[in-house]
């Protein structure tokens, strides 16, 4: 037994090591090709982020720097850019990058994944192209992503109150992470705690836990009403509250710090304009040709908020049908918020991405042909987009309505994409349902 635990240690420190060893080198290999090149290896939003660190650093406001739109956190993370060297904020995001693949182990070896299948999940994301160029770059996605699942293994640990503080912040240091808070809520219901006060796993290989619990769903309210009252029901428990309270208190209270600091800079740069953005450049969004060609009338707040109204609907039932599968919930959630949202660029992808390891082994589509046919209809959809792009951009011809409709059929694959991943997902409870008195079901307590 601690002979096979070791061997599966070794097997994650390799993989880790390799991958930072990739890291190391990109980050190496993108401050020469900045040193040399015409073409920048750095993000653009890197260079804000530093700038905006500088500033704090000369005792400033991050938002002097323009279109700086973060937490100061952000800057605060990167003072050390400053002081110590410019590459410094890629070796954090680099390094968060590298917990996200622990986590993702640590997710998985929670619920009883076998060592292999853990491995290839944790390499799905360390060897994604699309996830270690976006930290050695100088993105700041990686360090939502690891906290994100951070939370995660606090919530199946039992931690709802460490769960609550990292929760608060995070939607404070990245807005978006508020689509989970009602997918949350609803694992804290009345049936997250067990008898010892601990929440109960489903465990990947328990089939016996995963009918009894599908049982159980079927038994349950069908009616939109019914179900509207069975989840206000379950909503008021004292996990559920004490999550509330806590992550709203620190949302709240790191706003408040930062608003004391920097004003109505920091509130209408940091949180109000996420709100109410409308960029004009070319995205993979549907809405952007509208806003590209209406961006200078201005919009109404109707037109505003309808640009909300899919993703509010997408959302709503998503959460619906599958919140108590908590991490396919998210994985679906995260997909459809990007799909439909009215900015959208590749950076954005890494918010799904460190969430689909975790679903990998309930899902039945093999790599061949289904799993192939779905990669090609994505990155197929997603290529056909930047040649029009790289026609618009680099050559300055007038193809905005096939830009347009190159991102109407991006969003066709990811919706695409996401049925297929629904159809054969294989639905499971992340916490199993407190069994009546007097059945007696073998649950394996974490």
């Known amino acids: 037994m601690a002979s096979t635990a070791a061997a599966a240690a070794v097997t994650l420190r390799r993989v880790l ?12 290999f993108g401050e020469w090709q900045d040193a040399h090149l015409e073409v920048r290896y750095t993000d653009v939003d890197y260079l804000v982020f530093s700038d905006a660190a500088a500033s704090v650093a000369a005792g400033g406001s991050p938002f002097a720097r323009a279109t700086y739109r973060y937490s100061p956190l952000l800057a605060f993370l990167l003072l050390p850019n400053s002081l110590l060297h410019a590459a410094w904020g890629k070796l954090l995001f680099s390094a968060a990058d590298l917990l996200v693949g622990l986590f993702i182990d640590t997710i998985l070896k929670l619920r009883g994944i076998p060592e292999k299948m853990r ?12 996830t270690f160029t976006i930290g050695t770059r100088g993105n700041c996605e990686p360090i939502v992503c690891a906290v994100m699942l951070w939370i995660l293994i606090c919530l199946m640990k039992g931690k709802v109150l460490q769960a609550a503080f990292w929760y608060g912040l ?12 009602i997918p949350f809520v609803v694992v804290l219901g009345k ?13 990947w290989s328990s089939e016996q836990h995963l009918q009894n619990d599908k049982a159980s769903q079927r038994k349950g309210p069908t009616s939109f009403v019914a179900t509207q009252w069975d989840f206000l029901s379950n909503f008021i428990t004292r996990n559920a509250v004490l999550f509330g309270l806590l992550s709203g208190s620190m949302f709240f209270a790191w706003t408040g710090v ?9 509130l209408n740069e940091a949180l109000l304009y996420h709100l109410t953005r409308t960029d004009p450049r070319h995205n993979f969004s549907i809405y952007f040709y509208h806003i590209y060609l209406h961006h200078q009338q201005g919009f109404s707040s109707i037109e505003r908020l309808a640009s909300f109204l899919p993703q509010l609907i997408v959302q709503l039932a998503l959460i619906t049908r599958f919140s108590r599968d908590l991490p396919f919930c998210m994985f679906l959630q995260t997909v459809a918020f990007v799909a439909f949202n009215k900015v959208m660029t ?11 390891p975790l679903i990998l082994p309930w899902s039945s589509i093999k790599l061949k042909w289904k799993g192939l046919a779905c990669m090609i209809v994505w990155m197929g959809s997603q290529l056909h987009w930047l040649m029009w792009a790289y026609q ?13 409709v190159a991102g109407l059929v991006f969003l066709a694959a990811n919706t695409f994409v996401m049925l297929m991943v ?22 394996k307590k974490e």
């Open 346 to 356: 590749a950076q954005y992808f890494v918010w799904f991405f460190c969430l689909l």
């Open 258 to 266: 930062f608003f004391y600091l920097y004003g109505w800079d920091f």
């Open 422 to 443: 629904i159809k054969h997902h294989k639905y499971t409870p992340l916490f199993l349902s407190q069994m009546k008195s007097g059945s007696k079901v073998a649950t």
């Open 191 to 203: 049936s997250y705690a067990g008898p010892s006060g601990r929440p109960t796993l489903t465990m």
């Open 170 to 181: 995070i939607v404070h240091f990245r807005i978006y992470p508020i689509i989970y808070a």
């Open 392 to 404: 618009l951009e680099f050559k300055g011809r007038n193809v905005f309505v096939e830009l347009w």
């Open 17 to 28: 090591l390799a991958s930072a060893a990739l890291r190391l080198a990109l980050v190496v």
């Open 119 to 130: 491995m290839w999940s944790v390499v799905a994301w360390l060897f994604n192209p699309f």
